[in-house]
């Protein structure tokens, strides 16, 4: 960077030197963030923290750069990093979102931007890049510093709420905007939005105009101070705040928005599910992130009775544990309510097949009537729907043919290798091992199980927040005390009892290669103690590129293990099925 670092002073108007997190580091460098971690542990003379926090500290760029460069890493910032260490360098992060804003204000209308540098790089970038993906990028860099405060919906649940409403290209509303993650997925032709923080409301107004939608944002809580009252819109998106008890219950009694109920004090999220329905136009769709535990708390039993008699309330499923989708039509005048609704305990990938195989067949659902009981519980865990057997032998057998066996090539070694172990990787800084505690308490924060390790599933669990709690990252090594192993893909997952944690370095070890060695260790259990220690297993001395080329056949064996469970499972189901389905007169023998 050419600019000379300025003195830090305590001046209103002082000018920081640039600083960079641990993330913007391995970025830069190209390498994984756990290299970042392990040369700070190794080296000791890698740049101490110039500010930040324990858990999130901030390093001079300018020293950073000077030890890459002594060890061979030099490294050119590109400009978009440029442009972002200067907004950085422009005060402190308290100030970054309005200094943020203010450069989105400058890349839409090229005007109002005071800082020579600055303006100059980001007229380069929106020349070369366009205004929308430079701010773009800009945003993503303010996301990922800020990423343990900050909460965007994932791109994953906001392009399924949009298929799911048909809101693409309609007129659509999200009170609880933030950074308009759901508006812009929906490509609206009318965008409105409110954020109680005007900076991420600007942000987000922002965003949208420079991606060319009709845009109306306003900063202001949506509860208390609708900026939309008169208006109603096609379909409504909303990732609400979760657990909010100071939303207004006692400025809000007699609010017409209630036609539902009275949200009880520490049900927030019902009063903005009954907020979202009364801003779309009748038979407009709703479409709102809840907790888990709304769809059973029994405060809330009275308006979830009323939602499913008027016919508002369509689904309730269930996306990660912890995690519903619920989804909604503002009822029309002199319409019929259904008899039924959809209620799922199922995943992200599947919801959208599932949510249309109901609206084929209502019937399928749960009847609204068996659902009147005491305690209106719409809890999809452990619910499982009454299906045509027939129709679920012929989806059955679709998948069983679908599974592919492949057993990966293998051929005689030429000699023995060398070997180390686990213990030693651990010593020259290689490795990285952390065991989850091995009890919880009940809570709804998810929660990888000792199953979900041996199926190579998604998280089934459920924890209360434990500041003791271990999580994996992508690329971890995940090991149960049975000899189930998983190499982590997706986003950080707690681990639950029994469950342990292997951090590589990625320039001295492949993880797929490690977890190819444990595995093949099959950890036999030796006492009641819920703690591994491996740190005996042998692990054969190769170079990077051969523990790569190994793990990819031990990947390769995993797969073929898991078809094979898969087979079973399957199998098992299309007999049950099969037999069930004959039975009922659902299919009959086939020909040939």
Not at 64 to 89: N, S
Not at 252 to 261: H, I, M, P, S, T
Not at 286 to 311: D, E, F, T
Request: aromatic letters at 6%.
């Amino acid at each position: 960077m050419s600019r000379k670092p300025n003195a830090t002073t305590t001046a209103p108007d002082s000018v920081r030197e640039a600083t960079v997190t641990a993330a913007d580091i391995a970025r830069l460098a190209g390498v994984r963030r756990a290299a970042v971690s392990n040369w700070r542990r190794r080296h000791d003379d890698f740049p101490r923290p110039v500010g930040g926090t324990a858990s999130s500290p901030l390093f001079s760029l300018a020293d950073v750069q000077a030890w890459l460069r002594g060890r061979g890493r030099p490294f050119e910032l590109a400009p978009i990093d440029l442009a972002w260490q200067r907004l950085r360098a422009l005060g402190d992060d308290l100030g970054l979102g309005a200094r943020l804003a203010a450069a989105g204000d400058f890349l839409a209308d090229l005007t109002g931007l005071d800082d020579p540098e600055l303006l100059t790089l980001l007229t380069r970038l929106a020349v070369n890049d366009g205004a929308a993906a430079t701010f773009e990028q800009l945003c993503d860099r303010y996301f990922e510093a800020h990423a343990r405060r900050l909460s965007t919906t994932p791109p994953v649940f906001a392009d399924l709420m949009v298929r799911l409403t048909g809101a693409k290209g309609t007129t659509v509303l999200d009170p609880a905007c933030g950074f308009g993650s759901l508006l812009l997925a929906a490509e609206a032709a009318s965008a409105w939005g409110q954020d109680v923080d005007p900076d991420t409301a600007r942000i987000a107004g922002i965003r949208l105009r420079l991606h060319g939608a009709d845009t109306e944002v306003y900063p202001a809580d949506a509860l208390r101070d609708n900026a939309f009252a008169a208006k109603k819109a096609d379909v409504v998106l909303c990732d609400p705040p979760f657990n909010e008890r100071g939303w207004g219950h006692e400025e809000l009694v007699g609010d017409a928005r209630w036609e539902y109920g009275l949200p009880p004090r520490g049900e927030s999220e019902l009063a903005w599910i009954q907020h979202c329905l009364a801003q779309v136009k009748p038979g407009g769709a709703v479409a709102v992130l809840m907790p888990g535990a709304a769809a059973g708390r029994r405060s809330g039993k009275r308006i979830r009775a009323n939602l499913l008699r008027s016919g508002a309330l369509r689904a309730v499923c269930t996306l990660t544990p912890g995690t519903d989708l619920w989804l909604l039509t503002r009822p029309e005048p002199g319409q019929r309510s259904p008899a039924t609704v959809l209620i799922a305990d199922t995943t992200a990938d599947a919801v959208e097949q599932v949510w249309r195989d109901y609206l084929d067949d209502p019937e399928s659902g749960e009847r609204i009537i068996d659902l009147l009981d005491d305690d209106v519980d719409l809890t999809p865990a452990g619910r499982r729907r009454i299906t045509d057997p027939g129709q679920e032998f012929l989806q059955a057998q679709q998948l069983f043919r679908r599974i592919a066996f492949e057993l990966p090539k293998l051929e005689p070694a030429a000699a023995e290798p060398a070997y180390t172990t686990v213990g030693e990787l651990v010593k020259a800084g290689a490795l990285q091992i952390m065991h989850a505690p091995p009890r919880t308490a009940d809570g709804d924060e998810p929660l990888l199980t000792t199953d979900d390790v041996l199926i190579g599933g998604p998280p089934t669990g459920c924890a209360a927040p434990d500041p003791a709690a271990v999580f994996a990252q992508e690329q971890d090594v995940v090991a149960s005390v049975t000899g189930a192993v998983i190499v982590h893909s997706g986003p950080g997952v707690r681990l639950g009892p029994a469950l342990s944690r292997y951090r590589v370095d990625p320039e001295l070890l492949d993880p797929q290669f490690l977890a190819g060695c444990l595995r093949a260790a099959d950890f036999p259990v030796h006492s009641a103690s819920t703690r591994i220690d491996a740190r005996r297993l042998k692990v054969p001395r190769y170079s990077l590129g051969t523990q790569r080329a190994y793990g990819e056949t031990f990947r390769a064996l995993a797969d073929f293990d898991r078809a094979l469970r898969q087979t079973a499972e399957i199998g098992r189901d299309l007999v049950r099925l099969g037999f069930a389905a004959l039975a009922e007169g659902r299919l009959k023998p086939g020909g040939g």
